[in-house]
Nanobody, 125 residues
Framework: QGQLVESGGGLVQAGGSLRLSCGFS????????LGWFRQAPGKEREFVAT???????YYGDSVKGRFTISRDNAKSTVYLQMNSLKPEDTAVYYC???????????????????WGQGTQVTVSS
């Protein structure tokens, strides 16, 4: 059984940066597309970014140019570098994994095989 564990969340001022990490155990990491999603109170879970087996990346419109997703197959870890943070980025951030080669914006959340427990990111104004 695969397991995803996020870390790196916290409180940051607007304009600041954070880097989230997500470690994946129990499965062959390089055989999974990885993604980051977020969910603010009272809102649906939102696509943030994904990275494919071949390191192709996709981003949600609200984070393009500010966030960068990356993966380190040797460490079985996916990262989300978040720069120029805004108060509207405040949410619980989740990582997810799927056995397809890539996952794109709009793909159903139900297709993802594994989800982490989430890490809180709070951006103060």
């Amino acid at each position: 059984q695969g397991q995803l564990v996020e870390s790196g969340g916290g409180l940051v001022q607007a304009g600041g940066s954070l880097r989230l990490s997500c470690g994946f155990s129990g499965r062959t990491f390089s055989n999974y597309a990885l993604g980051w999603f977020r969910q603010a109170p009272g809102k649906e879970r939102e696509f943030v970014a994904t990275i494919s087996w071949s390191f192709d990346t996709y981003y949600g419109d609200s984070v393009k140019g500010r966030f960068t997703i990356s993966r380190d197959n040797a460490k079985s870890t996916v990262y989300l570098q978040m720069n120029s943070l805004k108060p509207e980025d405040t949410a619980v951030y989740y990582c997810a994994a799927d056995t397809q080669i890539e996952m794109r914006p709009g793909d159903p959340l139900s297709e993802y095989d594994y989800w982490g427990q989430g890490t809180q990111v709070t951006v103060s104004s």
